[in-house]
Structures are given as structure tokens and as C-alpha cells.
């Protein structure tokens, strides 16, 4: 790393540039990802369709949830240092370990539940076993990749990733029609290549592009000295890393604790109404997959805030956020009362949701993303552990509301995301609360320290 990407860069002129280019970047992931489902929907049709549409709902929950957090532990830990003329060369070693040692771990039990996993997702196929496989290792490298660029500020090749993941991913389902293949394991092959692909070319182009750019002339750049305390170790990162996986798979199951309950009512078989519930969750969570693009950016500039003890800017910020949240979800919950039964019919002839339904998914989805903005916030102060008792609450509140007598398994799995997003938002904002209280009471001096290569960045004079 150059002392230029070293030094600290103010974050008003760097943490604002991004946001375009990211939000286009996951307009072109989310609009390939909506375009794949109508096209296997349409090609196989919603039933022999079903067993890809539960692995895209796999590899947006559970790879996610086991590896976002090398992406959270690289993208914070990696701003911190920088900010404190670090390198985070250390940051990218330990993640590299943490996130490998976590993938052997989830291999080895997939590749021992094959059989149930098989049978209660995938309707009996092990091929999607194998694909899911392939995809937790797809997805290490991709969000080791995007942690690195977000840390280092490179939100461009971050939103280029993106762009290439969704286009590669339509691009290889289209050869694979063009051959006249319709079988569903062919046709989800797409789903675990493109995210490699992606992310290894734009790290080799990002690496190229370094190796090759001059070199910054001695005394060009400034570092801040290291902050000074403790030097974090493998320990320090893998209790921070084990509170953020705990907290990534319980928001995951949360996510995708419809389609599951769903797909666990008809005793994991194949069914239009699986598929139905999957795309009409794709067309009411668009506005999640907008603030995806956006999270690095957000926890990055959180923990910038925190590290200098900002905490008024960090509150205000936080309610900036989830006020405009609240004020687009009103219009995109109007335009899902509106459109959504007419966007979800273009999946194929058999696939539909009553109106009601898609209206309360779309109001669940804008409940997660209050939630998720404010984890930001509890991520950037060190309260992991805090955080991530954020996600029973609502799992509890969802499971109590999805066994109340409804009579229709739609309505029931509808009423129970928007309980259980309603109770998780609740928690979250409490939990902020609580914390910032602490942090205030001692000015300043409780807040958890974020742990990076060269030590609590909190411990500065």
C-alpha cells in the first residue's frame, strides 16, 4: 500500500463522491438478478423452477450471512487504520484466516447434512448441494474482495463489481438457453460462477492498476501517528468476528425465515407458491438491495465519526438516514399496492401473491433497512455483542405472530415479517440509545474500542 492510501483522507469529500456510483452499480445487480428469476420462471416454469429459486435464496442468506462479516471486519478495521496512517495489512491477514477457517467449517457441514439439506430444499437434488457448496466459496472470495475495496476507499471498483456480477451472471444463463438446455441445475449454474468471476477480475485489475501507477514521491503524504494501547491480535478479531457472524446468520434466517417457513409447510416440495414468494420478495425488497450498496459505505463512515468521537454527527447521521428511509418506503410501498401483482406476473404465467401480501412484504422490507442503518451504527461503536440481540427479538416476535390462527400460509408469512421487522427496528433504536447514553455519561471514554492491526483507535490523545 502507497502512503497515499495510507495517509487520511477527509471523509466529506470521499465518503459522498460514491454514492452514485454504488447505488448504479446495485440498480444493474438488482435489475440482473430480477431479469434471472423471470428467465428461469419462464423457461422451466415456477415448479421445476422452484429448486433455483430456493439456491438464489440460500446464496443471498446464507453465504451472505456466514461471509458479509469478512467484508464488515475488513471494511471497518481497514478505515479505522488508514484513518490512523496505518496499512491494515494485518486486518487483511487475519480476515483472510477467520473467513478461511469459517468456510472449511460450513463445507464440512454441508457436505455432511447433504442428504436432509437435499431433500428438505431442493426437492431430493443433490446437484443444488453441490452448487450451494460452490457458491460458500464464491461468496469468501467476494466479500473478502469487497471489504478490501471498501476499506481502502475504492467504492468504484466496488460498484464495477457489482455491475460485472449481475451482467456475468445473465450472460452465462443466456449461453446456457442458447443451448437449448432446460435443466434447472444448468440453468442455476450462474448463480455461484459470476460472483468469483467478478470479484477476481476487478481485484486483479485493482492490483494491476497499483503495481503499475508511480510511486508517490517521499514526503507527499503524511500518516498520523499509530494510535497508541493494546495491539489487537487474532483473539481481539475472532470474538469481534464470531459477534458479527452470530448476528449476520440470525439476520439472514430472519430474511429468509419466509421462504423457509413456506418451504417447510409443503414438506420441502417443489411448489409455484415457493417461487411466487421468492420473486414477489425480490420486487418488494428492491429498496434493500439499494441500501446494500450503501453499507459499506455507511459502517465506514460511522466508524470514521466514532473514531474521532463525533457522536452528535454519528446520531444525526443515523436519523438522516433512517428518515429518508422511512420517507421512500411510503412511496415504493404505494408503488408496490400499485404494480407489484403486474411486476410479479412477469415471472411466468403461474406465479402471483394477492396484493395485501406484497404490500406487507414491501412494508417489512422498509422496517429491515431502519434496522440495518441503525446496526451500522452499533458496528462502528464496537457493540457487536449488542447487536446482535437485535435478531432473536424479532425471530421470537415473528414465530409467536406466524402461529396465530391465520388459515392462509400467505397472509401468515406476510404478517409475520412485518411483526418481526417492526420489533427488530424497535430494538435497534433502544439498543443505539443505551449505547450512546454510556458513551455520553463518561464523555466519551466508554466507547468500545474498534479493533484494528495497530491497536484501539479510541486510544488516541
Known amino acids: ?49 422452484a429448486p433455483v429459486s430456493v439456491l438464489w435464496t440460500m446464496m443471498a442468506g446464507l453465504a451472505v450471512g456466514l461471509f ?17 496512517g496505518g496499512t491494515g495489512r494485518s486486518v487483511l491477514v487475519r480476515a483472510g484466516v477467520l473467513g478461511g477457517v469459517l468456510l472449511a ?72 438457453a442458447l443451448t437449448g438446455s432446460r435443466e434447472p441445475v444448468a440453468l ?22 497499483r503495481a503499475t501507477a508511480p510511486s508517490t514521491p517521499p514526503g507527499a503524504a503524511t500518516a498520523q501517528p499509530a494510535p497508541v494501547g493494546r495491539p489487537a491480535g487474532l483473539g481481539d478479531d475472532v470474538r469481534a468476528f464470531a459477534a458479527l457472524t452470530t448476528g449476520s446468520l440470525l439476520l439472514q434466517a430472519f430474511v429468509n425465515a419466509g421462504v423457509l417457513l413456506a418451504q417447510g409447510s409443503v414438506a420441502g416440495e417443489s411448489t409455484a407458491y415457493t417461487a411466487s414468494l421468492v420473486a414477489a420478495l425480490a420486487i418488494a425488497r428492491v429498496p434493500l438491495f439499494l441500501f446494500n450498496a450503501v453499507q459499506s459505505l455507511l459502517l465506514t463512515r460511522f466508524t470514521v465519526e466514532v473514531q474521532h468521537r463525533r457522536l452528535r454527527p454519528l446520531v444525526r447521521a443515523v436519523a438522516s438516514w433512517n428518515a429518508a428511509v422511512l420517507g421512500l418506503g411510503v412511496v415504493w410501498v404505494v408503488i408496490v399496492w400499485a404494480a407489484g401483482a403486474a411486476l410479479l406476473s412477469l415471472f411466468g404465467d403461474d406465479f402471483e401473491l394477492r396484493r395485501g401480501q406484497l404490500v406487507l412484504l414491501a412494508v417489512s422490507c422498509v422496517l429491515q433497512i431502519v434496522t440495518m442503518v441503525t446496526a451500522q451504527a452499533l458496528l462502528a461503536l464496537g457493540s457487536e455483542r449488542l447487536a446482535v440481540t437485535v435478531w432473536p427479538v424479532g425471530l421470537a416476535v415473528l414465530a409467536l405472530t406466524y402461529l396465530a390462527p391465520w388459515g392462509d400460509v400467505g397472509w401468515a408469512v406476510a404478517g409475520a415479517m412485518v411483526a418481526g421487522t417492526a420489533a427488530t427496528a424497535f430494538a435497534a433504536v433502544a439498543c443505539l440509545w443505551w449505547s450512546l447514553r454510556r458513551a455520553a455519561r463518561s464523555g466519551g471514554a466508554a466507547l468500545p474500542a474498534v479493533e484494528v492491526g495497530r491497536g484501539p483507535v479510541l486510544d488516541q490523545p
Not at 458479509?68 to 481497514?78: A, C, K, T
Not at 473478502?144 to 451472471?169: H, I, N, S
Not at 442455476?188 to 494491476?208: E, F, H, M, N
Open 1 to 49: 500500500m502507497t502512503a497515499a492510501e495510507a495517509a487520511p483522507t477527509r471523509p466529506s469529500s470521499r465518503l459522498r463522491d460514491p454514492v452514485v456510483g454504488l447505488a448504479a452499480g446495485t440498480i444493474v445487480l438488482g435489475g440482473c438478478n430480477y431479469v434471472y428469476l423471470a428467465l428461469v420462471g419462464n423457461l422451466v416454469g415456477g415448479v421445476a423452477g
Open 68 to 84: 458479509q462479516p469478512v467484508e464488515q471486519l475488513l471494511s471497518r478495521g481497514m478505515a479505522a487504520d488508514r484513518a490512523a
Open 105 to 176: 467449517a460450513a463445507l464440512l457441514a454441508l457436505g455432511l447434512a447433504a442428504g436432509p439439506v437435499a431433500r428438505l430444499l431442493f426437492s431430493g437434488e443433490r446437484a443444488f448441494v453441490l452448487l450451494l457448496a460452490l457458491g460458500l466459496v464464491a461468496s469468501t472470495l467476494l466479500f473478502f474482495v469487497r471489504g478490501w475495496l471498501a476499506g481502502t476507499g475504492r467504492f468504484g471498483a466496488y460498484a464495477l463489481e457489482m455491475t460485472l456480477e449481475g451482467v456475468v451472471k445473465l450472460g452465462l444463463l443466456g449461453a446456457v
Open 188 to 209: 442455476g449454474t450462474s448463480l455461484v460462477v459470476a460472483p468469483a468471476l467478478a470479484a477476481g477480475a476487478v481485484a486483479l485489475a485493482v492490483l494491476v492498476r
